[in-house]
T-cell receptor, first 116, second 111 residues
């Protein structure tokens, strides 16, 4: 298993500002994933963050809007830039399990952002 | 395009009233189907992986089954603590590390 801590747990932000979300894992992991969960919706993968290389972004998500850092094997940040009300969502960090079980992801508790 | 559809969107049951949640999928070569539970204000929690049609997995009052086109999550004699959103997911075709989630079924169990 993996224990994932995210900060902040929630925040209220003004339009046009940027916010950085931190994700700390209690063990070293190769890949970390950032998901978005819009109100009443399911999870959508934003990007995959590998240590030592640039993040890989999914269709519809770009680095200028969601820059990601991965300085080491236990930590990552996601920045939501130039926010608009449409960015109001829960942002979740996740990692794969180490037990080799296909599809087993561990998630942080999420960062709930409200953009006014 | 890989797709996962869950039904119903919401389900309210009386404690002890058994039922099933449905997950239908269209993927190019299934490499596993996953079930997660998500409580309000929390990240999803992994429950099961099913690999092939006919496979079943059980955990307490939950049993997941898989056919070639859909999966069911059967809930037997549920308790209020089973109330949660249940998510179904599959690995993406382009990359197995990309997990595609369905929109979920919000399950509410009344005491």
């Amino acid at each position: 298993s993996a224990v994932i801590s995210q900060k902040p747990s929630r925040d209220i932000c003004q339009r046009g500002t940027s916010l950085t979300i931190q994700c700390q894992v209690d063990s070293q992991v190769t890949m970390m994933f950032w998901y978005r969960q819009q109100p009443g919706q399911s999870l959508t993968l934003i990007a995959t963050a590998n240590q030592g290389s640039e993040a890989t972004y999914e269709s519809g998500f770009v680095i200028d809007k969601f820059p990601i850092s991965r300085p080491n094997l236990t930590f990552s940040t996601l920045t939501v830039s130039n926010m608009s009300p449409e960015d109001s969502s829960i942002y979740l960090c996740s990692v794969t399990g180490t037990g080799g079980v296909t599809g087993e992801l561990f998630f942080g508790e999420g960062s709930r952002l409200t953009v006014l | 395009e890989d797709q996962v559809t869950q039904s119903p969107e919401a389900l309210r049951l009386q404690e002890g009233e058994s039922s099933s949640l449905n997950c239908s999928y269209t993927v190019s070569g299934l490499r596993g189907l996953f079930w997660y539970r998500q409580d309000p204000g929390k990240g999803p929690e992994f429950l099961f992986t099913l690999y092939s049609a006919g496979e079943e997995k059980e955990k307490e009052r939950l049993k997941a089954t898989l056919t070639k086109k859909e999966s069911f999550l059967h809930i037997t004699a549920p308790k209020p603590e089973d109330s949660a959103t249940y998510l179904c997911a599959v690995p993406g075709y382009s990359s197995a590390s990309k997990i595609i989630f369905g929109s979920g079924t919000r399950l509410s169990i009344r005491p």
